[in-house]
Nanobody, 123 residues
């Protein structure tokens, strides 16, 4: 089970910190990622972290602005989103998976557990 929090409404240039609390694993996932989707658009990968080794991956449109991190002790993955702009407005989803390495870190096909999402609105 994945539960997101931290979304909200902010002005352009401001920051938000999204959190994802993970629970119920039988096997540890290989990756935890953040995805987003806005109305009429496809879900897109934002950032991902490999749980073993900590390698991180970012979509080009968030590089330098967003930072993903994970606390392996308490199974919490965070997304620090700085310098937000209106194009970042979307529902943000946390996801975990064991086949993400095969599909690519930011490909949704590699993730099999999804949270309900947290809304980010930037004006």
């Amino acid at each position: 089970q994945l539960v997101e929090s931290g979304g909200g409404s902010v002005q352009a240039g401001e920051s938000l910190r999204l959190s994802c609390v993970e629970s119920g694993y039988i096997y540890s996932p290989a990756c935890v990622g953040w995805f987003r989707q806005s109305p009429g658009k496809k879900r897109e990968g934002v950032a991902s972290i490999y749980t073993h080794g900590g390698s991180t991956y970012y979509a080009e449109f968030v590089k330098g602005r967003f930072t993903i991190s994970r606390n392996n002790d308490n199974y919490t993955t965070s997304l620090q989103a700085d310098n937000l702009n209106p194009d970042d407005t979307a529902m943000y989803y946390c996801a975990s998976g064991r086949t993400c390495i095969l599909y690519g870190a930011l490909a949704a096909d590699g993730y099999d557990s999804w949270g309900q999402g947290t809304q980010v609105t930037v004006s």
